[in-house]
């Protein structure tokens, strides 16, 4: 059974600092990892997806890597800015499954 | 393009008394999803469908049922709601064609049970 874990589960960093969040799984047959944000109170907004064939994915000052092999996935964030704060998930889908696995998220805090 | 979309978006209900969600998505896609969000919890999956016509039971399935009668809805459904019921309900769609299975989530019903 696959299972995600998310470290660290809350991060308080200051404007302006590079930051990494970590996705781990244990099954490395996946088809796909996505990275959601989620605000209080909001629903799941998608911010990237990787295929299992790829390496990373980048979106603005968003960079997500995959290493299959290791069971890791690593979200980038750089230059942080107060509108950053939200809590951060990522899911994986295991090869064969319809159904994503969830991670418990990192509650990202981003102070002026 | 609404994307997915969840009615209603609060609701209170006495213990016993049911209630129907739904979800819509307006993106054709074959696979569906109804999920609860609990502090500490995270996601957990309580129903899906892979099609219309079709649905299985998820992670924590109890006390709900649900139906898929055309592809682009996807009905939740409380017949005697219970204060463990008390949750924030998301649902979600995707599809194997060009979206390659990326999850698209609605706005979530925030249902208190009291």
């Known amino acids: 059974k696959q299972e995600v874990t998310q470290i660290p589960a809350a991060l308080s960093v200051p404007e302006g600092e590079n930051l990494v969040l970590n996705c781990s799984f244990t099954d490395s047959a996946i088809y796909n990892l996505q990275w959601f944000r989620q605000d209080p109170g909001k629903g799941l907004t998608s911010l990237l997806l990787i295929q299992s064939s790829q390496r990373e994915q980048t979106s603005g000052r968003l960079n997500a890597s995959l290493d299959k092999s290791s069971g890791r996935s690593t979200l980038y964030i750089a230059a942080s800015q107060p509108g950053d704060s939200a809590t951060y998930l990522c899911?994986?889908?295991?090869?064969?499954?319809?159904?994503?696995?969830f991670g418990r998220g990192t509650s990202l805090i981003v102070h002026p | 393009n609404a994307g997915v979309t969840q009615t209603p978006k609060f609701r209170v209900l006495k213990t016993g008394q049911s209630m129907t969600l739904l979800c819509a998505q307006d993106m054709n896609h074959e696979y569906m999803y109804w999920y609860r969000q609990d502090p500490g919890m995270g996601l957990r999956l309580i129903h899906y469908?892979?099609?219309?016509?079709?649905?299985a039971k998820g992670e924590v399935p109890d006390g709900y049922n649900v139906s898929r009668l055309k592809k682009q809805n996807f009905l939740l459904g409380l017949e005697s709601a219970a204060p463990s019921q008390t949750s924030v309900y998301f649902c979600?769609?995707?599809?194997?064609?060009?979206?390659?299975?990326?999850?698209?989530f609605g706005p979530g019903t925030r249902l208190t049970v009291t």
């Open positions: 979600a769609s995707s599809s194997s064609r060009n979206t390659l299975y990326e999850q698209y």
């Open positions: 469908s892979v099609g219309e016509g079709t649905t």
């Open positions: 899911a994986v889908q295991s090869g064969g499954s319809y159904i994503p696995t």
